[in-house]
Every structure is written in C-alpha cells, then in structure tokens.
T-cell receptor
Framework: DAGVTQSPTHLIKTRGQQVTLRCSPK?????VSWYQQALGQGPQFIFQ???????QRGNFPDRFSGHQFPNYSSELNVNALLLGDSALYLC???FGIGEKLFFGSGTQLSVL | EDKVVQSPLSLVVHEGDTVTLNCSYE??????LLWYKQEKKAPTFLFML????IEKKSGRLSSILDKKELSSILNITATQTGDSAIYLC??????????FGGGTRLMVKP
C-alpha cells in the first residue's frame, strides 16, 4: 500500500520563476492538504482540496494555487517565486476532512 | 487567528529518562488535537485527542488533553536514541483547518 508520494524531491528555481509540485494521496484517501515548512518552524497550512474543490485556505497570497484531479492527486503551483518561498512543501492526505493526516516526504524548494 | 505554542523549544536527555512535552492552543471552536513525530521530512502520526482527560497510549508514548487549560502533554518514558526527533502538536478548528505549533526538538543521548 503506497503512502503519500510527492515529486520532485528537490527543486532549485530562480526568483520570478514558476513551479509545480505534485502529490499522490495514500490509497483510499480523497482529501489533500498542502503545507509549507520553513527551516526550524512548524508546517504552515496553505490549502486543502476535497472533491476537486479548494475547501480551506491559509494565509497565503494568490501566487499559491492548486488543483485536485478526479483520481484525487493534486498539484501546488507557485508563481513569481520569491526568496522567501524557499521551504519544504509537504502534502498530506486523509479520508475525509478533519481526520488524521498522512504526510509525504515533501519537496525541498530552493529559490536563488 | 488560531495559535498553537509548544514548549520547550528543545530538550536534551539521556537514554532511559522520561520526558514531558507541552502544547497549548488558542483554536476557534476547537475540535481535536493531534501529535506528530518528524524525524527527517515526513511527519508521522502519533495521537489524535478529542476528549478531555482520557489518556491515549502507544507503547512508551502517551498523551492527554485538558480542554479547561487548553493544553495537551506528550509523555515519553524510558527514552531511546530512536526517539530523537521534532515533535509537532496541531489543533483542528470547527472549519477543519489544522494549525501546527513550532515543534519541540528532542535529542536523546546514549
């Protein structure tokens, strides 16, 4: 039973570029949440997708957008990258909203 | 804005010691509190607490929620080097948004 998988594992971009991160949820899960974790801090909630719709959004600018596909996989897009966007981006899945989350190993994004 | 605060920020103990990690929360219409262990990158689930005063146990780890004090503790007895990790606490609000604390970094020395 595959857990939550994320790709790529590492990514280096320059300021102003755009990036797309991908996530496949654990088998049987239908809800995907995205978190940003800066070095030495706890994960910060970006948004959550359920039934292909954004259900909740944290305090992140519109440069951060996402999508959920019919197979429950999800993408996180970040436009106009800033140096401060450098972080570990974690995807988590659950069966339904408000349940325990299972996390992937993340995508380490470095913006130069 | 929901807020979760963990203490201490970091802790160094020796194998065999018992540790208590603290979590306090200010979460609108609080629903539940979760604990995670983060060793490298992927946080792994430990406990989900919804009822006050009921201890949850898994091996050497246990946790309890106090809704009056808006807090929770995570206890680890007979610590081992494999317990070295960052421990994260998070609270769900009624809108099902999960807010994490900054974590407690635990180092267990042999």
């Amino acid at each position: 039973d595959a857990g939550v998988t994320q790709s790529p594992t590492h990514l280096i971009k320059t300021r102003g570029q755009q990036v797309t991160l991908r996530c496949s949820p654990k088998s049987g899960h239908d809800t995907v949440s995205w978190y940003q974790q800066a070095l030495g801090q706890g994960p910060q909630f970006i948004f959550q997708y359920y039934e292909e719709e954004e259900r909740q959004r944290g305090n992140f600018p519109d440069r951060f957008s996402g999508h959920q596909f019919p197979n429950y996989s999800s993408e996180l897009n970040v436009n106009a990258l800033l140096l401060g966007d450098s972080a570990l981006y974690l995807c988590a899945s659950s069966f339904g909203i408000g349940e325990k989350l299972f996390f992937g190993s993340g995508t380490q994004l470095s913006v130069l | 804005e929901d807020k979760v605060v963990q203490s201490p920020l970091s802790l160094v103990v020796h194998e065999g010691d018992t540790v208590t990690l603290n979590c306090s929360y200010e979460v609108t219409n609080f629903r539940s509190l979760l604990w995670y262990k983060q060793e490298k990158k992927a946080p792994t689930f430990l406990f989900m607490l919804t009822s006050s005063g009921i201890e949850k146990k898994s091996g050497r780890l246990s946790s309890i929620l106090d809704k009056k004090e808006l807090s929770s503790i995570l206890n680890i007895t007979a610590t081992q080097t494999g317990d070295s990790a960052i421990y994260l606490c998070a609270g769900y609000n009624a809108g099902n948004m999960l807010t994490f604390g900054g974590g407690t970094r635990l180092m267990v020395k042999p």
